[in-house]
């Protein structure tokens, strides 16, 4: 009953290193989610996907990249890696349709911090 | 430009209290709300939603009331327990999609 796993759980990237995020996800959930929150802030969605193929940007997309080539995986690629990406990272799942009803599942985040 | 407001940082109540948390919206287009709760090193939990046609859902302990009118929304939680003590994040969503806006979140402490 693993729900969404995201690893690693904490990662410290030197400026203009790259790196992968990974999530997956064993509820077979068609949408999955990708947040940032920053200190004192609201989560802010970076990207998302609706299926297999199939990803859109959300409002903080830029300095990332993602893919969706299985159900179950959505990695988070950080290219060039600024300060500013220092944040902690949420990978989310759900239900087509039913997310905004019943909520998303989270995973328990990646801490990372960008030196 | 914040669409989902949390002006409350922090409060603090006393256990077996209740805990009022409170959030405003500038969306109209919003037709559900969602109320999380996250605890340190965690990622959120949902634990109550409501529509936009609705003005009360309840569930166990925790209540949340809309007042569409004045884009308010506020979570109940009657007795406060210790367990209750975490960052609570508001949450909305438009229909024409899945995806959801949340607040800065308040963090609630209960006190003993």
């Known amino acids: 009953n693993a729900g969404v796993t995201q690893t690693p759980k904490f990662r410290i990237l030197k400026i203009g290193q790259s790196m992968t995020l990974q999530c997956t996800q064993d509820?077979?959930?068609?949408?999955m989610y990708w947040y940032r929150q920053d200190p004192g802030m609201g989560l802010k969605l970076i990207y998302y996907?609706?299926?297999?193929?199939?990803?859109d940007k959300g409002e903080v997309p830029n300095g990332y990249n993602v893919s969706r080539s299985t159900t179950e995986d959505f990695p988070l690629r950080l290219e060039l890696a600024a300060p500013s990406q220092t944040s902690v990272y949420f990978c989310?799942?759900?239900?087509?349709?039913?997310?905004?009803?019943?909520?998303?599942?989270f995973g328990s985040g990646t801490r990372l911090t960008v030196v | 430009d914040q669409q989902v407001k949390q002006n409350s940082p922090s409060l603090s109540v006393q256990e077996g209290r209740i805990s009022i948390l409170n959030c405003d919206y500038t969306?109209?287009?919003?037709?559900?709300f969602l109320w999380y709760k996250k605890y340190p090193a965690e990622g959120p939990t949902f634990l109550i939603s409501?529509?936009?046609?609705?003005d009360k859902n309840e569930d166990g302990r925790f209540t949340v009331f809309l007042n569409k009118s004045a884009k308010h929304l506020s979570l109940h939680i009657v007795p406060s327990q210790p367990g209750d003590s975490a960052v609570y994040f508001c949450?909305?969503?438009?229909?024409?999609?899945?995806?959801?806006?949340f607040g800065k979140g308040t963090r609630l402490h209960i006190l003993p």
């Open positions: 989310a799942s759900s239900y087509a349709g039913a997310g905004r009803r019943y909520g998303y599942t």
């Open positions: 509820m077979n959930h068609n949408y």
């Open positions: 996907s609706v299926g297999a193929g199939i990803t």
């Open positions: 969306n109209s287009m919003f037709d559900y």
């Open positions: 409501i529509s936009s046609i609705k």
């Open positions: 949450a909305a969503s438009e229909n024409r999609d899945d995806k959801i806006i």
